[in-house]
């Protein structure tokens, strides 16, 4: 594409050189570059060893993932064939010389181009130019043509596929392929230069620069606003616009390393105009929010000041001039609320940061914002204060649940968030928030802030990532303006608002474009501008291929066969990950992370649960706990029984168990479901609660039963074979609207999308025939839709994601499975060997981590296909049971484990 500025740098010195030699030097006065580039150029490029720049990007690993890119694959080619024709100064090299510019310029809605500017007065270019005239005189298919515009000669040389216009100005090339870009250069050079380039931003010239950088950027905001528009849909290409109210200019040095691509320089700014005017009177900031960003977020965009009462003002003052409609809006809701902002920022700290989380399938848009407080108390009054007024003026009262240690209020005020803190803060219809450390945290549904209080206890954070840790040593420590973000988690945000012909472009390149996996744009006050840095971290994507193996990392032979699947365990003293089995002789085995067995110790029945880590003393060391047919069991990791167990059951056939934490304060219930369909719950003590011993359904049961909690009410919910849908409050009783009864046979466990209260709480539900029911949880059925049924012996499974986030349906014809999406885009559709059923899981970790595995019991294979349905291996795994996955940040990369016969095993790819 000829949006790659380099490959059309190299194209113009192709097409143009020869020119220069035919006209033989016109003899004027000299004029500068920067003369001729008018100052609607978006970004001038400036390089004094242009080649040896390109040269040293080729030797690094970041041509790996640009060289998959048509345009710049092809400016490979384009250097070899200048070099070839011309022998006698360098070549390219020879042509550019010493003293080159590339332009940038909008030329329409969404599209753009460039303009080149080459010094004549270089000898060597002049060879260049001669030599590579003679070649184009052999040429027929490029023909030559000129005109007059404003008492210059421009020359246009044509081919089959594009034109290259340009003209000399005493000893300046200019030329481009659009003709217009030339004209107006030619108009600015009528106009004795006012209004170029260099006068439009003449403080950049003023900064001091590198020497041995490998180019320079200048850049004009409010041009950069415009051009950034281009790449977006007419619809979003408003948003585009805020660029330009940023700051006035900005100059960056640009160095290229082995795996980043780092800009370092200074921006500058109108005093009173710009938003980098609302931090003159602030220092740049450390503020480190790490700890509290899940891995799961596309970009983090964080604001820091010293003096936050200041900086309020100062806001006040922007938003009077950009967003006057915004400040009324805001006066309006302060008055609505009795409410005044200001007195908020008495009580903020250091930061306000705001984090978009990568969609999933069924969220909604998910937002946390975090506010440093200086004076947790204050902060804590305020809020519940505000929060007990919201509730008393809707005739309620404050909605407050306890989760884990914290304590979470909702704010009964839509965008509270947007206008306390600006426009940018926007999309919270509802707001809940709690408070963690010297931070008020709030996020745009109480499901948000669970899951946030999750990832903090299962430590995947930003702070607790190898690869961002790394990243970040690449940043500002200290900023007043930050953005840092993860390409592959937004590229979906990105694509979905970009223009289609961007879309297209992002598609054909697309793990290219996502190898530059994470960056950052930083602004730090320095002196009378602001210090500017943006990183560009890459990271080697090779192209999706066929592996013959997977890599075996260990392997462990038992005394008996492997009966159950492999369950992957934390060790509580190292964090190490262990994997617990049982054979056939009932013996539960745990195997350390060396792969060795640790202890093994009978257990007289077969296990039918899962195997789940539970902290029964509350202090941080985790206990095995699992159901056999005719009792309840917690472990130690030494092999040790917690006291009061086994608990034994009489008479009870267990076919089903699992761990209730109501509210995550380890005060566990034991939920279990019989042959029967009877449901049985029990304290941590093992003692059966009151109207569950049992609560008698009136069906077999479908799928494990389970607890989920909506707006601070607990449900049990039990799906029986017969389509009955049963939902009970905490004593056994039915809640209102069920039972429900959706009249299909249902084989497998549900899907739920928690919402913000019952009627917003969607199940889905996929009946064997194919017909999928989505009910709330008040009872009321949404929609049915019968999907397609090939045959009468087609069978369908609905297989949710093993962190329950998101779901695939499984659809069996014999020996044929098709996997679809939940909007019924076929994924996979594979014949295998056996017609009996296949088990199917599925893994979606977000940033296209997306894996499916499928496994035939009766052959004892297991084949595992990546997200876009390819085979990872082409032989498939020996597996007896379905696998456990894991996926590991630091490294990128996926470990199996896997059980065969009396071997277990742990495979990487």
């Not at 010297?438 to 190898?466: C, F, H, P």
Request: with cysteine; net charge negative.
């Amino acid at each position: 594409m000829k949006k790659i500025a380099i490959v059309i740098t190299i194209v113009v010195v192709f097409l143009t050189a020869g020119y220069l030699a035919y006209d033989k030097w016109y003899k004027y006065e000299v004029s500068t570059l920067w003369d001729n580039v008018p100052g609607n150029a978006v970004i001038v490029f400036e390089s004094g060893h242009t080649i040896e720049s390109w040269q040293q990007l080729k030797a690094s690993r970041l041509w790996n993932s640009l060289q998959r890119i048509e345009a710049f694959s092809n400016i490979d080619k384009n250097i070899e064939g200048i070099d070839s024709i011309s022998s006698r100064a360098r070549g390219v090299a020879g042509l550019l010389g010493k003293n080159s510019l590339i332009s940038l310029h909008v030329t329409g809605k969404n599209n753009f181009d460039f303009t080149f500017f080459i010094d004549l007065n270089n000898p060597s270019a002049q060879n260049v130019a001669t030599d590579l005239l003679e070649h184009f005189k052999s040429k027929k298919e490029v023909t030559y043509a000129e005109r007059i515009y404003q008492d210059f000669k421009i020359s246009e040389l044509t081919s089959s596929a594009r034109s290259f216009t340009y003209f000399i100005n005493n000893n300046v090339l200019v030329g481009s392929f659009t003709s217009f870009l030339v004209e107006d250069v030619v108009r600015l050079v009528k106009n004795d230069y006012k209004g170029s380039f260099k006068q439009s931003n003449y403080e950049l010239f003023d900064l001091p620069k590198l020497s041995n950088d490998d180019g320079n950027l200048y850049i004009n905001m409010e041009s950069t606003s415009l051009w950034l528009s281009t790449f977006l849909r007419a619809d979003k290409r408003k948003s585009a616009r805020n660029v330009q109210n940023l700051g006035r200019s900005l100059f960056l040095d640009m160095d290229l390393s082995e795996d980043k691509l780092l800009l370092n320089g200074f921006t500058t700014f109108s005093s009173n105009i710009d938003f980098l005017s609302t931090f003159n009177a602030q220092k740049p900031v450390k503020a480190d929010v790490k700890y509290y960003i899940p891995n799961r977020a596309s970009w983090l965009y964080q604001l820091a000041f010293t003096d936050p009462e200041i900086w309020h003002n100062e806001l006040k003052k922007y938003w009077g001039k950009y967003s006057p409609q915004f400040l009324t809006a805001r006066r309006d809701f302060e008055q609505e609320y009795n409410l005044d902002f200001s007195k908020i920022y008495d009580w903020i700290g250091t930061s306000v940061s705001l984090v978009q989380l990568e969609p999933l399938n069924f969220s909604e848009n998910e937002r946390i914002t975090l506010v440093h407080c200086s004076d947790v108390t204050e902060a804590l009054n305020q809020l519940n204060t505000f929060s007990e007024s919201l509730a008393q003026a809707h005739g309620d009262s404050v909605y407050v649940e306890n989760f884990a240690e914290y304590e979470i209020r909702e704010l009964k005020a839509k965008d509270f968030p947007k206008n306390a803190f600006g426009p940018q803060f926007d999309g919270y219809d509802e707001c809940y928030f709690t408070l963690m450390g010297d931070y008020i945290v709030m996020a745009t549904s109480m499901q948000t802030l669970k899951t946030l209080v999750e990832d903090l206890e299962g430590e995947n954070t930003w702070g607790r990532s190898v690869s961002y840790n790394n990243f970040l040593e690449s940043t500002l420590e200290e900023s007043n303006i930050s953005l840092i973000f993860n390409t592959r988690r937004v590229w979906m945000e990105l694509t979905s608002q970009a223009d289609s012909r961007w879309q297209q472009f992002s598609n054909e390149n697309e793990q290219s474009l996502k190898s530059f996996g994470l960056g950052s744009v930083q602004f730090s006050r320095l002196d009378e501008n602001f210090y500017t840095s943006i990183a560009l971290q890459h990271e080697d994507q090779p192209q999706p291929k066929e592996k013959k193996v997977y890599d075996a990392l260990k392997s462990t032979e038992l005394s008996n066969k492997i009966i159950t699947k492999p369950y992957v365990v934390k060790n509580h003293t190292n964090n190490g990950l262990e994997v617990a089995v049982q054979d056939s002789a009932y013996n539960f085995v745990l195997i350390g992370v060396d792969g060795n067995v640790l202890w093994r110790d009978s257990l007289g029945q077969a296990i039918v649960s899962d195997i789940e880590q539970v902290d029964y003393y509350k202090n941080g060391k985790l206990q095995y706990f699992f159901a056999t047919k005719s009792a309840l069991h917690i472990i130690d990791r030494l092999g040790n029984y917690i006291d009061g167990y086994p608990v034994r059951l009489e008479n009870v056939n267990i076919k089903y168990a699992s761990v209730v934490d109501y509210d995550k304060s380890k005060r566990y219930r034991f939920l279990l479901g019989d042959e029967r369909g009877n449901l049985y719950l029990f304290n941590k003590e093992g003692i059966s609660l009151e109207g569950w011993s049992p609560r008698e359904l009136t069906g077999k049961l479908a799928s494990k039963p389970f607890h989920i909690r909506v707006r601070g009410k607990d449900c049990i919910v039990a799906i029986q074979q017969d389509g009955v849908v049963n939902v009970m409050n905490r004593r056994g009783e039915m809640m209102p609207g069920f039972p429900l009864n959706v009249d299909a046979r249902i084989n497998t466990k549900p899907f739920v999308n928690i919402g913000s209260d019952f009627d917003k709480t969607i199940f889905t539900l996929l009946s064997r025939e194919g017909r999928l029911i989505r009910f709330n949880l008040s009872g009321t059925i949404v929609s049915t839709e019968q999907l397609y049924k090939p045959t009468k012996e087609t069978r369908f499974e609905l297989i949710p994601d093993a962190l329950d986030k998101t779901y695939i349906i499984a659809r069996q014809d014999m020996s044929r499975l098709v996997l679809l999406s939940p909007d019924h885009k076929e994924i996979i559709s594979k014949d295998y060997l056996s017609s009996g059923q296949l088990y199917v899981q599925y893994y979606d970790l977000g940033s296209d981590h997306k894996i499916y595995a499928i496994t035939d019991k009766a052959q004892d294979f297991t084949y595992i296909y990546d997200g876009a349905g390819k085979l990872i291996s082409s032989r498939p795994i020996d597996s007896e049971q379905e696998i456990a996955l894991m996926y590991f940040d630091s490294t990128g990369k996926y470990q199996v484990y896997v059980v065969s016969a009396d071997t277990f095993k742990v495979l990487s790819f």
